[in-house]
């Protein structure tokens, strides 16, 4: 028999699984005897709702940028690819990347901490009235999806932002909080960790570790509050800059022998090509990832300078915790040997 016909919706039920039936009748003609076959139909068909929902503000991208991080670094500290990261800066991918990001940029989910993440969100679920179906609904995914959510966070992190938007959670994730010292830590940044200042001690320590090799003409290119500069040995000409006292090091253009300092992270490239124009010897304060990526490494070779040593520092109490390992990098002209890894000495630090 051949058979032409037109498929006709004729109903449609909505069930609670988030799943509709629809009846569809389709009428067939065939042949000279116009025979007439009425064809029911019965789809299941998962329906999802066409709300358009505002998603959760997700700062990932501004936070990494405000940190003076690239994509490579953050990428590589989380042990995921680079398109993985792009992918959740743009609000997509597994929920289990991003977890492993997000303490690398002080980062954590804005409704709730650790195991409970999860149960926390079935929490939230049920203070807005709503049941595991009826939320997948409105999310337009299944009731086993909401379930794995809530259970461990396991899914995709699109989904998350839409359960996010409908229960009415305006961030994913917030900065997180911790004592703050004033003095050390300024309550507000931009970029944040720019005003970060050094413990005394810690700079001290810092010094001492360099002392025997520290000669000639000493500059602080961004002395803040004073921990380097004010503990730089005193028999040693001395000079200082600071933005915010209208010396700023950038316009700098007087030699000198070494330059040590905590400067902005942000800037730390801006700082490094200029530092390498007027001094032999550096000694950076900053995350180690900040001094290693390709580019920076590719600064310095084309400036004739090296990784002569790298301090490993353990991060100040006081400090935003990151999980980026804090060094003092001793940059130095001329020097294309191996990168020396010392610690300082932990007591030192205290
Ligand atoms: C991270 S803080 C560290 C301050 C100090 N070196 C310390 O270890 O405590 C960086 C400092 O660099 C200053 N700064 C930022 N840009 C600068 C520039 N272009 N020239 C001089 N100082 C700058 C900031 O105002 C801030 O005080």
Not at 43 to 60: C, E, G, M, N, V
């Amino acid at each position: 028999m051949t058979a032409k016909g037109r498929e006709q919706p004729r109903a449609a039920v909505l069930l609670t699984n988030g799943y509709r039936i629809r009846l569809v009748t389709n009428v067939l003609r065939s042949g000279e005897r116009q025979s007439i076959h009425v064809k029911l139909s019965f789809y299941f068909q998962r329906h999802f709702q066409k709300h358009s929902l505002t998603l959760p503000a997700l700062p990932l991208r501004a936070r990494r940028r405000a940190l003076g991080l690239t994509q490579a670094a953050v990428a590589s500290s989380a042990g995921i690819s680079i398109p993985a990261l792009r992918n959740l800066e743009a609000g997509r991918g597994a929920i289990g990347s991003l977890a492993r990001v997000l303490p690398g940029l002080d980062l954590h989910w804005s409704w709730g901490t650790g195991a409970a993440v999860g149960p926390a969100l079935a929490e939230r679920r049920r203070a807005a009235g709503l049941s595991q179906s009826a939320l997948a609904i409105r999310v337009g995914c299944s009731r086993p999806t909401i379930h794995a959510l809530e259970r461990d966070l396991t899914g995709r992190f699109e989904t998350l932002l839409r359960v996010l938007a409908v229960l009415g959670v305006r961030t994913a994730v917030r900065e997180l909080p911790r004592a703050r010292k004033p003095g050390l830590v300024p309550m507000r940044n931009a970029p944040e960790r720019d005003r970060v200042m050094t413990p005394p001690a810690l700079a001290a320590a810092i010094i001492a570790h360099f002392a025997d090799r520290i000669s000639g003409q000493m500059l602080d290119p961004a002395r803040g509050a004073g921990a380097f500069y004010d503990q730089l040995p005193e028999h040693l000409d001395r000079s200082w800059c600071e933005l915010e006292d209208g010396r700023d090091f950038l316009d700098w253009e007087t030699a000198v022998d070494w330059i040590i300092t905590n400067p902005p992270w942000s800037k730390i490239r801006a700082f490094t090509q200029h530092a390498m124009t007027l001094a032999d010897h550096i000694v950076w304060l900053v995350p180690i990832v900040n001094i290693t990526t390709k580019a920076r490494l590719r600064d310095l070779r084309d400036h004739g300078f090296g990784i002569a040593e790298l301090v490993l520092i353990d991060t100040p109490r006081d400090w935003p915790q990151s999980g980026f390992q804090l060094v003092a990098a001793y940059l130095k002209r001329g020097h294309a040997g191996d990168w020396r890894i010392s610690r300082l000495d932990a007591l030192a630090q205290d």
